[in-house]
């Protein structure tokens, strides 16, 4: 069987060299968030997968897209590992849920809700996803650097866009409500789509996962009555994933020139 078959990963042979990736839902976005790197190059699109490869440092980078929801992200994380890459970074946008959450901040994670179906496929409910705690540093060292405001802590994961966005629609109405609130109640900053499967997979691979997410909005402040304009602009967040790449490699190669260990 060619193991790569659904592929992200797609003709990438474990020859390439890359140990970051960079992982966009939209794959529209792919080519701007190359923009950011050095010497940019289109390298495959294939379902929902689009790559580019490019430089930070001397260091290569693959952008890759995830597609939306779980199942599509598990599976280009899973190919990323088969071709060595070691740490990935979900760069996507997400809707807040705590009043003090506005549209154009970002959100790094620091673990995920797993309220979504694919990791229930990896390993038990009770075991977390959380983001790696050294790319999580290197994320806030970074957008400190941007000049960013940023909020650190948990986000819900979800498989139905509409389940978060219209549940009145669904026969399962009470359920997604009461889980809704309830994780607003205790404290979730931001909805999305990705992150528990891409903290999931990578724990489970050994590999170190973050993420950066950037607020569209907020219609908990909408539903509140409070201001809340919709923001796309994702340059503050790439500005900040590709900083925080900057400092990994540079403590990566630290560590190695004094033959730290690194996992
Ligand atoms: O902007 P991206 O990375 O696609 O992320 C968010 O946007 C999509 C839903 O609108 C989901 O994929 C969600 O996680
Ligand atoms: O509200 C939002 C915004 C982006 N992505 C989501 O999944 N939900």
């Given at each position: 069987m060619n193991e790569k078959v659904y592929g992200s990963s797609i003709d990438l042979d474990s020859g390439i060299g890359a140990k970051y990736a960079i992982l966009p839902g939209?794959?529209?976005?792919v080519a701007v968030i190359a923009g950011?790197?050095?010497n940019p190059k289109p390298l495959s699109v294939h379902r929902e997968y689009t790559s580019y490869e490019g430089y930070l440092d001397g260091e290569k980078i693959l952008v890759i897209s995830t597609g939306m929801g779980g199942p599509s992200a598990t599976i280009a994380v899973e190919e990323l590992a088969m071709i060595g890459v070691d740490t990935v970074i979900r760069l996507g946008t997400c809707g807040g849920m705590q009043p003090e959450v506005r549209s154009g901040e970002l959100i790094l994670p620091t673990a995920a809700i797993?309220?979504?179906?694919?990791?229930k496929e990896y390993v038990y409910g009770e075991f977390p996803a959380a983001a790696n705690f050294d790319v999580v540093r290197a994320l806030d060292e970074a957008a400190e650097k941007v000049g960013v405001k940023v909020h650190k802590g948990i986000v819900q994961s979800k498989d139905s866009y509409y389940g978060q966005?219209?549940?009145?629609?669904?026969?399962a109405e009470r359920d997604l409500k009461e889980h809704y609130d309830a994780w607003i109640r205790a404290g979730a900053l931001a909805s999305e789509m990705e992150c528990a499967a891409v903290f999931i997979v990578s724990q489970v691979r050994r590999l170190r996962a973050g993420a950066v997410l950037h607020v569209i909005w907020n219609k908990e402040r909408e539903r509140a009555g409070l201001s809340s304009k919709t923001t796309r602009d994702l340059d503050l967040a790439i500005q900040t994933v590709t900083e925080g790449i900057r400092i990994l490699i540079k403590k990566r190669k630290r560590s190695e020139s004094t033959n730290e260990i690194q996992f």
């Open positions: 939209d794959p529209e976005r950011y790197l050095e797993r309220q979504e179906g694919t990791t966005h219209m549940p009145d629609r669904m026969p």
